[in-house]
């Protein structure tokens, strides 16, 4: 993690206190997050993880800046605060009041913490441990994106130690939803699909965008069920998140998997292109 943080309006030292046991989010996880990659010193996909953000602080009765313009302008200073134009951002909203637990003289319905660190070089690919029962489709909780984060961390170390380096979580069908922090895709011939929300998996932004922005000639994009034998089946199968953009899969837990080729590095081509032209068109805005 870099020097400064941000605390609500103010960039300090990380080493300060600042948080104290009677923020009720504190102790019980209560709060939303999310990981942004700055760009060039561009927010890449800003506007995506806002709206991510605030639908799942509706849903988890976390209270929420009021504007998107509130929230940037203050990561944009922690930003030049570390001098952390090409690095990878956490903003994480806390929720402060209710409950027993309350503290005294609490006067913030919520607090926002952001941090910043540097980019993880993560290979040429990843290789995945499978964990069944991780993910409760049905619930209503599902896909939030929530500061109750120990259960995955768990598993990422479990994986860790099995000589994995990520975890695909199933749900309670048996069906593929994720991994602890990114998405799957798996390629057959010149089609890609992924997981629907109704699997469980969370909305990562990386994956929006291949869904919904990249247009590569002869290569459609989709969602469907993905069971672990779909995942043998594929021609390639890749993850994204925001801080791997795509990811070949080299290994999965008891499958033989193909390795990627001609697809991913298509769409990972096109998805540095998209990023590109959006960190040209914000520098373009900002000095217009």
């Known amino acids: 993690m870099h020097r400064f943080i ?46 991510r953000m605030v639908k799942d602080a509706t849903l988890l009765k976390v209270p ?7 929230l940037r302008e203050r990561l944009m200073k922690l930003v030049q ?15 402060n009041r209710g409950g027993i637990w309350e503290g005294p003289g609490n006067r913030r319905d919520f607090d926002l913490i952001g941090l910043t660190t540097g980019i993880k070089d993560w290979g040429k690919g990843v290789k995945l441990a499978i964990q069944p029962q991780a993910r409760h489709a049905g619930c209503s909780f599902a896909g939030a994106k929530m ?5 995955n961390l768990v598993w990422l170390e479990q994986a860790h130690e099995k000589g994995f380096d990520e975890v695909i979580l199933l749900n309670e069908r048996g069906e593929v939803s994720e991994c602890t922090s990114a998405n799957v895709f798996v390629v057959e011939g010149r ?40 995942l043998e089946k594929a021609d390639e199968v890749f993850i994204t998140s925001t801080t791997r953009d795509l990811l070949p899969v080299l290994a999965v837990e008891g499958l033989k998997i193909r390795p990627c080729g001609p697809v991913w590095n298509t769409l990972q081509e096109a998805f540095t292109r998209y990023a590109d032209a959006y960190v040209l068109r914000q520098a373009g805005a900002k000095a217009g």
């Not at 030292?13 to 060039?40: C, H, N, Y």
């Open 6 to 51: 941000l605390h609500n309006d103010d960039i300090c030292e990380a080493s300060e206190k600042r948080l104290a046991p009677g923020q009720v989010g504190v102790l019980a996880g209560w709060g939303v997050f999310s990981t942004l990659r700055v760009r060039d010193g561009v927010l890449f996909a800003f506007e995506r993880h806002w709206s």
């Open 64 to 70: 929420f800046p009021e504007s998107p313009g509130y």
């Open 81 to 95: 605060a570390n001098q952390a134009f090409n690095a990878t951002l956490r903003v994480a909203v806390i929720r």
């Open 147 to 151: 500061l109750s984060w120990a259960i």
């Open 191 to 230: 089609k890609i699909w992924t997981p629907p929300l109704e699997s469980g998996c969370l909305p990562g932004v990386t994956r929006e965008v291949l869904l919904d922005e990249i247009r590569e000639a002869g290569i459609e994009a989709g969602e469907k069920k993905l069971l672990p034998a779909d």
